[in-house]
T-cell receptor, first 112, second 114 residues
Framework: DGGITQSPKYLFRKEGQNVTLSCEQNLNHDAMYWYRQDPGQGLRLIYY???????QKGDIAEGYSVSREKKESFPLTVTSAQKNPTAFYLCASSSTAYNEQFFGPGTRLTVL | AQSVAQPEDQVNVAEGNPLTVKCTYSVSGNPYLFWYVQYPNRGLQFLLKYITGDNLVKGSYGFEAEFNKSQTSFHLKKPSALVSDSALYFC????????????FGKGTRLHILP
């Protein structure tokens, strides 16, 4: 899983709660990404950031928010507006948008 | 629109036999193509990529992929499968029309039978 860490590994959320997933990288990569993985659907892009203090919505950004205050960190908040948040969340980084991405080990979020 | 397709949800191969996991793509311009592998409850691991040059690309763990421009394919191959190769494999392509983001296929589950 390279130099990317995600925490926690498992997360349980009650209805109406916001939760924040952590993603940290020590690869000195400029670009960072958040994906959601559901069975049989591959990876869907939530948000991405190509540089500090800047980020863009991906394909399924509704109900999620991010920040990129430091190069090493790209936390994802799953808000109560996300109606079906139970999924496996993957963070990735790359040196540039042209290069391969390195993935963290993932966080499995379950709504109780 | 840029896209990538993995036509097989699952592939079964006997240990020691050659394996192929198929991928086709649709892009405008020259494609940047990638293969990743995912083991259960883990993140994806990069296997190999094609940007330019030789059509046969060699990657990690003995895998290779053949770029075929006329058939718009980028199939993943290995001469002799191991049980430990059993995993979920993703093909991906760079989307030059959308900030160079990567588009992933839906994945192919590879089962190597002992």
């Amino acid at each position: 899983d390279g130099g990317i860490t995600q925490s926690p590994k498992y997360l349980f959320r009650k209805e109406g709660q916001n939760v924040t997933l952590s993603c940290e990288q020590n690869l000195n990569h400029d670009a960072m990404y958040w994906y959601r993985q559901d069975p049989g659907q591959g990876l869907r892009l939530i948000y991405y950031s190509q540089i500090v203090n800047d980020f863009q919505k991906g394909d399924i950004a509704e109900g999620y928010s991010v920040s990129r205050e430091k190069k090493e960190s790209f936390p994802l908040t799953v808000t109560s507006a996300q109606k079906n948040p139970t999924a496996f969340y993957l963070c990735a980084s790359s040196s540039t948008a042209y290069n391969e991405q390195f993935f963290g080990p993932g966080t499995r979020l379950t709504v109780l | 629109a840029q896209s990538v397709a993995q036509p097989e949800d699952q592939v079964n191969v006997a240990e020691g036999n050659p394996l192929t996991v198929k991928c086709t793509y649709s892009v405008s311009g020259n494609p940047y193509l990638f293969w990743y592998v995912q083991y259960p409850n883990r993140g994806l691991q990069f296997l190999l990529k094609y940007i330019t040059g030789d059509n046969l690309v060699k990657g990690s763990y003995g895998f290779e992929a053949e770029f075929n421009k006329s058939q718009t394919s980028f199939h993943l191959k290995k001469p002799s499968a191991l049980v430990s190769d059993s995993a979920l494999y993703f093909c991906a392509v760079r989307d030059m029309n959308r900030d160079d983001k990567i588009i992933f296929g839906k994945g192919t589950r590879l089962h190597i039978l002992p």
